[in-house]
């Protein structure tokens, strides 16, 4: 909506232009050409134009890595604790807080639709955020994320994590769960 008032589409006019099927809502206020290409992360690209300084996390990073086969039934997206939380009722959104020392270890660009990126915690990153709010997002779903890290990075995936886990406080969680799937 703020990109159409700098153009001067008034409201008016992007009513009209959604009626003749010219640009699709995406969210309140978030528009996208009809004629774009494709994408299955429609959801996506409206919560981050809604929330530009949020990135992907949890089971919706967990997901894009592939690590999961659940299809979130929510977009996850973190913040830095300390700034406004994000109200997004469409698509339905969890927002979760990091701390902001912290915050922007393991952010990468992940290409929602041709041209169009978002910002989303790497997989070792998305990983260890997972085994650390195990009890928030099921343990299981945590297990089942690290299996797959593990098997798939190998040796090189393994010594990621050491320093990601220190950063983030979490090597107590991390280790022995590592250790066991490893064994």
Known sequence: M???RQVLLSSRDLASLVA????????RGVYR?????????????AVCA??????????????LH????????????AVPRG????TISYPPTVVAQYAPT??????????????????MYNTPRSVVDAMRHRSRIGETLALSALGPYLRRS???????????TRELGALSVIRPSVEAVLA
Do not use: M, N, W
């Open 2 to 4: 703020s990109t159409a």
């Open 20 to 27: 003749k099927g010219e640009i699709d809502e995406l969210s």
């Open 33 to 45: 050409r009809a004629d774009a290409p494709e994408t299955a992360h429609a959801d996506l690209l």
């Open 50 to 63: 809604r929330a530009p300084r949020a990135v992907v996390c949890d089971e919706s990073a967990l997901a």
């Open 66 to 77: 592939e690590l999961i086969y659940d299809i979130p039934a929510a977009v996850h997206i």
């Open 83 to 86: 700034t406004r939380r994000p």
């Open 102 to 119: 912290t915050f922007t270890l393991g952010v990468e660009r992940f290409e929602a639709a041709p041209g169009e990126t978002i910002p």
């Open 154 to 164: 190998g040796r090189d995936g393994v010594s990621q994590l050491p320093y990601l």
